[in-house]
Nanobody, 124 residues
Framework: QVQLVESGGGSVQAGDSLRLSCVAS????????MGWFRQAPGKERDIVAGITWSGGRTYYADSVKGRFTVSRDNGKNTMYLQMNSLKPEDTAVYYCAATSRSSPPLRPASFDSWGQGTQVTVSS
């Protein structure tokens, strides 16, 4: 499976911006889709944004649409999540994930490889 490492989290105030990065290596399969998930304390892990690796088609959860932008640099094997206008409800551990499925259901079970997670804390 592909190995993933996230970075870029931190503690910020509402209205600030952060950019998360996810570096992929050690592929054992063709990675067709990648995504960002987040999990707040006491809550389940949910999709934030997704992207197809070759075509760049994107998906956003309604809660982040218009504020977050997912992108990828194929040459650097890196996926990014630009987070603007952050809100306290964005506070969570953010995880990078990858799958060989071209159009997977947007739930954690669809993804085979996961990063360690990076903490994002937004204060009001």
């Amino acid at each position: 499976q592909v190995q993933l490492v996230e970075s870029g989290g931190g503690s910020v105030q509402a209205g600030d911006s952060l950019r998360l990065s996810c570096v992929a290596s050690g592929r054992a399969f063709s990675t067709y889709s990648m995504g960002w998930f987040r999990q707040a304390p006491g809550k389940e892990r949910d999709i934030v944004a997704g992207i197809t690796w070759s075509g760049g088609r994107t998906y956003y959860a309604d809660s982040v649409k218009g504020r977050f932008t997912v992108s990828r640099d194929n040459g650097k094997n890196t996926m990014y999540l630009q987070m603007n206008s952050l809100k306290p409800e964005d506070t969570a551990v953010y995880y990078c994930a990858a799958t060989s499925r071209s159009s997977p259901p947007l739930r954690p079970a669809s993804f085979d490889s996961w990063g360690q997670g990076t903490q994002v804390t937004v204060s009001s």
